[in-house]
């Protein structure tokens, strides 16, 4: 250790004892009035593949099971589970915490979006806040009994994610991909991240996979053809669903519908999530 340390290793090149530290010496505790057995995280490699709406789906699925759901939008700067689920009130709190907002069937929500005056209001924050603010989304809200939370990432590989994986217990993540995306490269780089952090990638969902011609049924793979098989065998891991481009999601998601959407499309990684 130096002898000027401040026990800021930010601020310090030093490669010493104190430094050498194990991700998980960096998690953060829960607010003590939560419960929360099972946390998934669901990251994409950029932003713009479906990684809410994958999300959103998800926890809609898991609650159908009869699971006690919740999503932390930690998407801070392109928060969009509140308007897919139509979730218009304000989150509530005191001065020591903040309480959730119920979907319809009853998934707990925390987004920025359900703080801030104005749905429409920019969150321009630097990496730092935005961090905070999904830390305090785990510490200050109350979440009530929750089976599984999905924790909606923000998207990439970079300094906000890194720092929301080492700050909350994830114990598995989902990788979403689109078929315009350099597929294998995007999956090694969020494989890469879990593997530092020691947590399991539980597989592959693609949305935007294909469209269904609503004549003949045929599948179309309007973003070209997917390389999302030969991805998943080159990294061991499981193709959890494929979700196609579809009008009605798309409505359903706009309109703040999504609990009323029935499809199959990602049943397997909804089992995958409950049998962990
Ligand atoms: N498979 C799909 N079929 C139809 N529309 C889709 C599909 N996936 C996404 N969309 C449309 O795109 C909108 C944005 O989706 P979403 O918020 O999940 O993506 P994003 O925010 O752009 O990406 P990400 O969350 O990955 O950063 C949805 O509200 C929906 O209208």
Not at 107 to 118: G, R
Not at 184 to 191: E, F, H, L, N, R
Not at 225 to 242: C, D, I
Request: glycine share 10%; aromatic share 4%.
């Amino acid at each position: 250790m130096s002898e000027n340390c401040t026990h800021d290793c930010g601020s310090c090149s030093e490669s010493c004892e104190s430094r050498k530290q194990k991700p998980e010496d960096f998690l953060e505790q829960p607010n003590e009035a939560s419960t929360i057995k099972k946390v998934i995280g669901i990251v994409s490699g950029k932003g713009g593949v479906g990684k809410s709406l994958v999300t959103s789906m998800l926890a809609v699925l898991l609650r159908r099971k009869g699971l006690n759901t919740a999503i932390l939008d930690a998407d801070i700067t392109g928060p969009s589970i509140p308007k897919m689920f139509g979730l218009t009130e304000k989150a509530r709190g005191t001065e020591n915490a903040i309480f959730p907002v119920y979907t319809k069937e009853g998934t707990q929500v925390m987004s920025v979006n359900l703080l801030l005056p104005d749905e429409t209001d920019p969150v321009v924050w630097r990496g730092p806040v935005i961090a905070g603010t999904v830390t305090q989304f785990w510490k200050d809200v109350i979440w009530s009994d929750v089976d599984v939370m999905l924790v909606d990432m923000p998207p990439g590989t970079g300094d906000v994610p890194l720092t929301v994986f080492q700050s909350i217990p994830v114990d598995g993540i989902i990788v979403v991909t689109s078929p315009q995306e350099l597929v294998s490269m995007i999956v090694g780089k969020a494989v890469k991240m879990a593997n530092m952090m020691n947590i399991p990638v539980l597989g592959l969902v693609e949305n935007m996979s294909y469209l269904e011609c609503p004549d003949c049924g045929k599948k179309i793979a309007v973003f070209g053809e997917s390389h999302l098989n030969e991805t998943a065998q080159k990294f061991g891991l499981p193709v959890l669903g494929r979700v196609p481009v579809d009008p009605q999601i798309a409505r359903a998601a706009d309109e703040g519908k999504i609990e009323e959407l029935r499809g199959e499309w990602l049943d397997a990684a909804a089992e995958q999530v409950e049998g962990l």
